[in-house]
């Protein structure tokens, strides 16, 4: 459903994004952790087709998003990091305005709105203007917004930073169900636990490049992190993400030093 290849991004002195590839089947998840700054929103809006890449290609569905950005973003649903809202709107006309731009009949994206309002326990809210929300409460509007129209890949930045940790679990199960119906999802996150939660790949990035990319398996055996013999634990994955961070700036510091 996505193939990246070789992208990067630079704004002006800032190589935001390196050489990054990677694959996400329908039906599939890939989490990315990095620390601030690594280049996570960057390659996510690059992803989305909103953002056009310095070097390299995006494809969604095998359709090129420098060749058909509008038929590109017709297929995704880009969840934001910051999700701009229209303050002096309710939830429901919010969202029904986006339904109409995704071209769903009326009926169906009143049917679908209300499921999701209730669905997400903004039911009773769901008239009330956006700027009364809360944080967490625009972060949901965001949510079902970059999904309510069932894109076929699904890129979530940062999507429970808000949330709390029931209101989470249902964003998680939500983001779940879409998968078993075929949706590609590819998610930012700094929370180790919704890494887990959603069992995708996971890529490790820092400063613009892809460290690791794999399953939790794999980048355990990559990390060099032995099972605590004692207590018989495997390393968690903050563990491994640690560990890898860690060496990854090892190694870029190594390759600065050498190139100084
Ligand atoms: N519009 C922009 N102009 C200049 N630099 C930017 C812009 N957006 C992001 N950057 C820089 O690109 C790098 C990656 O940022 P970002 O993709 O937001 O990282 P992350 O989401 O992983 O925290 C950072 O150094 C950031 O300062
Ligand atoms: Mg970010």
């Given amino acids: 459903m996505l193939e990246v290849d070789g992208l990067a991004k630079r704004y002006g002195e800032v190589l935001a994004l390196r050489d990054l590839s990677v694959r996400v089947d329908e039906g599939e998840c890939l989490v990315l952790l990095g620390r601030n700054g690594a280049g996570k929103t960057t390659a996510l809006r690059c992803m989305a087709g909103v953002l056009l890449p310095s070097a390299g290609n995006v494809k969604v569905d095998g359709i090129d998003a420098a060749d058909d950005p509008a038929a590109v973003r017709a297929l995704v649903g880009l969840m934001p990091e910051v999700p701009g809202l229209y303050e002096r709107m309710s939830a429901r006309s919010y969202l029904d305005h986006f339904g109409a731009i995704y071209d769903l009949e009326p009926s169906l994206r ?28 625009r972060q949901k509007v965001a949510l079902i917004r970059a999904t309510l129209h069932r894109p076929r890949l ?4 940062e999507p429970t930073s808000a949330l709390d940790p029931d209101s989470a679990r249902r964003a998680w199960n939500y983001l779940k169900d879409l998968q078993k119906d075929g949706c590609a999802l590819v998610i930012c996150t700094h929370s180790m636990e919704e890494a887990e939660n959603l069992a995708g790949d996971i890529g490790i990035m820092s400063a613009g490049r892809a460290l690791a990319v794999g399953s939790i398996v794999e980048l355990r055996r ?6 605590h013999q004692e207590v018989r634990e495997l390393p968690s994955l903050q563990d491994i993400y640690l560990a890898i961070v860690g060496n990854g700036a090892a190694e870029h510091e190594l390759a600065e030093t050498r190139s100084a």
Avoid: P
């Fill in 110 to 137: 009143t049917r679908r709105i209300g499921e999701l309002l209730e669905l997400f326990e903004l039911a009773d809210a769901g008239d009330r203007w956006l700027g009364t929300y809360s944080k967490g409460m």
């Fill in 154 to 157: 699904v890129l979530a930045d």
């Fill in 222 to 227: 990559r990390s060099g992190l032995k099972t």
